[in-house]
């Protein structure tokens, strides 16, 4: 019963990503590419998990570790460098 | 693919979960492509991925951790990093919105019902 549990799941996450990319590509302001980046990390964070579980392999969640921290300072870094103009305060 | 048989109960828990957070995910994303406003769309994914994730990694641990090939130390870290860091980048998000457009600041909360006159129905939170 979980081969087609993680079936439905992947396929859910899958029609997540296709939106979450269409926000992506379609977003009035910056803003709503940097949140539809955000949500795009997470949702590959969680594919990446479930392809884990469904082949039974550790290898997946370091990968799924990495993507995740660095998926975050991504966000912040790009949320502070829309609204400043630059990341690190100079003065 | 040739699983070792999981008892029916971790299976039927483990099902649920990931059957949930990707409901989860999957409403959160339609949230993001269908709301109106910027504060309305950062309001639906940041909720509602993280508790895609969290389903997910439950039911990971739940098999990994029955299935007894190592200690799941991985899912723990993944969730805390999740659970912790997804608001503080919502937060950021917002802050840098309000930081970068003043005239697209939402009214304070006294005068919201001058703000609804105003507008119309165009300012209740449905599509």
């Given at each position: 019963m979980i081969d087609h549990a993680l079936t439905l799941s992947l396929g859910m996450f899958c029609i997540a990503l296709l939106l979450t990319c269409w926000r992506l590509l379609a977003g009035p302001d910056v803003l709503d590419r940097v949140l539809a980046l955000d949500t795009l990390y997470v949702n590959a964070l969680a594919i990446v998990i479930l392809l884990g579980i469904r082949f039974?392999?550790?290898?997946?969640f370091e990968a799924a570790l990495v993507i995740a921290m660095l998926g975050f300072v991504g966000t912040v870094v790009t949320a502070r460098f829309v609204a400043r103009g630059d990341v690190i305060d100079h003065d | 693919m040739t699983h070792d048989a999981l008892p029916f109960a971790i299976d039927l828990v483990a099902s649920l979960l990931l059957v949930a957070g990707g409901g989860f995910a999957l409403v959160g994303a339609i949230g993001l492509a269908r709301l109106r406003d910027f504060y309305l769309r950062v309001h639906a994914p940041t909720k509602a991925s993280t508790l895609g994730v969290g389903g997910a990694l439950l039911a990971s641990m739940l098999v990994f951790g029955w299935t007894g090939q190592r200690l799941v130390i991985h899912e723990l870290l993944i969730t805390v990093f999740v659970f912790v860091t997804a608001p503080i980048a919502a937060h950021l998000l917002v802050k840098s919105a309000l930081e970068r457009d003043p005239a697209q600041r939402p009214p304070a909360p006294d005068r919201i019902a001058d703000h609804a006159e105003d507008s119309g129905a165009s300012h209740s939170p449905r599509m």
């Open positions: 039974r392999t550790q290898v997946y | -």
